[in-house]
């Protein structure tokens, strides 16, 4: 019943940008803080960036300056604008509800130097 999907990932050169979506179904969307979290091969899964249901956000220190994240909750969708990307940025990108085992597919980002 509950949905996300991820979209937006590519292969980008490194200084490039990518815009990641989120669009969620079968939740009360408004109500959830969102993240957006990364896995590399052989690393742990990070947190990167998270929204409240009002808009305020944090980062992890690797991101913060080059990546914004922000909601449309009319849409239910939440978005991370990357830029200034790094080759140590590539990675699986999930979005996640916060509190809920809720995840995406995930969308692979490929930075190449």
């Known amino acids: 019943q509950v949905q996300l999907v991820e979209s937006g990932g590519g292969l980008v050169q490194a200084g490039g940008s990518l815009r990641l979506s989120c669009a969620a179904s079968?939740?009360?969307?408004?109500?959830?803080?969102m993240g957006w979290y990364r896995q590399a091969p052989g690393k742990q899964r990070e947190l990167v960036a998270g929204?409240?249901?009002?808009?305020?956000?944090k980062y992890a220190d690797s991101v913060r300056g080059r990546f914004t994240i922000s909601r449309d909750n009319a849409k239910n969708t939440v978005y991370l604008q990357m830029s200034s990307l790094k080759p140590e940025d590539t990675a699986v990108y999930y979005c996640?509800?916060?509190?809920?085992?809720?995840w995406g597919q995930g969308t692979q980002v490929t930075v190449s130097s």
């Open positions: 079968g939740i009360i969307f408004r109500l959830f803080a």
């Open positions: 929204i409240s249901g009002v808009g305020n956000t």
């Open positions: 996640k509800a916060e509190n809920r085992d809720y």
